[in-house]
């Protein structure tokens, strides 16, 4: 945190007419006790209030908001044989990262303690919630429209809207931010003034203004319109997407390309699936009537599966970010986060995201399908190329997709026909239809004169428990998933 910063938060905090809910003057009051009352207080109000963060200063007179100055030293002060910062950390529950800082205003001294807003729970000092109303600080409990408001403002934490650079002037944030890419791929006119370009970011709150004309950058911003993520923190800068290409089949072969991403997402995005796309295989496809060539993955299934490892990673998990990888026989796509829906019902529950800011934006810029029509597409992109069927693995702590390269029937492992059965029997369903053996025939392009291979696969599947009869008194009324 630098000086500055501080200096034009406190200038901010002082300037405001009167104390509020989440921020508190203290000439030289320093009781332990009434400083962590204060903390629980200031806390919850500050999340009632809609602040990230609540303020106490001291060496400011509360009624002119005058700095005379204070000698208060949280690093020294003692409770007993104990440092008063581990006292209070000990007593505020749940625990929350206070911190004190000494301001060097011109005025003199000032001592500010920012304390964040209550996240999962009330914070209570001495297992005690307080709260914030006026200059006055009553127990949470005697006011319990107060505690509903603070129950309902809660919420888990939002990563899009964290901040990953603080106290920024406009010039950096046009030098970091590609904002001609965020008026382009949204469809609007570019602004032809720098406070029209601030407005639009911080409507879709990619940026925030912070103290003294300055502003931050939230997540949001920086992972889809960086034009260099690495110009950001580390934690950020690792959920830039890797591309590797492989001369084989195992990550043992020889790596032919490798392609590490500095553009924030959206700027990004084209060119990554573009490069992709320049680097797969070939292969002839014979279709009803004719011949033709296709790369060896389907270029939109792709497209989807990349999109979908952008937008439903786990945004908290640090060091990680989506990885692409490219077999001779073989495309996995990985990204870190379990999914949040079982990889069985991925193809036809509308999915769900940690990361909803980032999907509907990126919904926005035609990015990806709109919610709930995605990997259905991916499934049924397969099934025309009559590739052996997808993969979703869910992983300790990462989600994968993989894509296969062309195989025929009789090189599929049980499992695979068994997968692509089930599939199969999803997509009649959702089109209103019911899975049969010529239906499968024509998915797996087995000919007439051998259903029988169908049928096998089709008992196969039904002894596997995934799908059903969807009538057991005629079973010639076709399948069904099982959970239909």
Known sequence: MSIERD??????????????????????NTDPTMIGIRCSALSNAARIAGEDFAYMLWGVEDDTHNIIGSGFDADIDKIGNQPLQLWLAQRLKPSIAFLFRVVPCPEGRVVLLEVPAATSAPVAFMEIPYIRIGSTTPKLM???????????????????????????????????????????????????NRS?????????????????????????????????????DPALSRKAVRFIAYKGTTRAATVIYRYDAGLGYACGFEGLINYINGLLPRNEHIGEALRE?????????????????????????????????????????????RPLVHVDRMIDLPPRSRNEALA???????????QGSGLDKVVSLVEVFQLPPPLFRDEDASMQAILYGPRTLAKMSVDERIRACYQHAVLQFLSGDRMKNASLCERFGIEKRNAAQATSILNKTL???????????HPRAGYIPIWA
């Not at 200096?7 to 104390?19: K, M, W």
């Not at 407005?199 to 925030?208: K, Q, S, V």
């Not at 002894?463 to 008194?473: N, P």
Request: net charge negative; glycine share 6%; proline share 5%.
């Open 293 to 337: 060539t296709h790369p060896l993955f389907p270029e939109l299934a792709i497209r989807e599966l990349v999109a979908n490892a952008l937008i439903h990673q786990d945004m908290t998990i640090r060091g990680a970010g989506p990885q692409i990888e490219l077999f001779e026989d073989r495309i996995e796509i990985t990204n870190p986060g």
């Open 463 to 473: 002894e596997a428990g995934i799908i059903k009869y969807a009538d057991l008194e």
């Open 142 to 192: 005697d006011y319990p429209d107060r505690y509903q408001q603070l129950i309902e403002a809660m919420r888990p934490y939002t990563w899009e809207y964290g901040i990953v650079s603080q106290y920024v002037t406009g010039d950096d944030v046009l030098q970091l931010l590609d904002y001609t890419q965020y008026f382009r791929l949204t469809g609007q006119p570019l602004p032809d």
């Open 360 to 370: 509907a934006l990126m919904r926005r810029m035609g990015m990806c399908e709109e």
């Open 196 to 232: 029209g370009i601030f407005e639009r970011l911080e409507a879709d709150r990619l940026i925030r203004q912070d103290v003294g004309e300055k502003w931050s950058i939230t997540n949001l911003g920086a992972i889809l319109f960086a034009t260099d993520l690495h110009q950001f």
């Open 7 to 28: 200096i034009d938060l406190v200038n901010d905090l002082l300037a405001r007419p009167s104390e509020t809910s989440w921020v508190e003057f203290k000439k030289d």
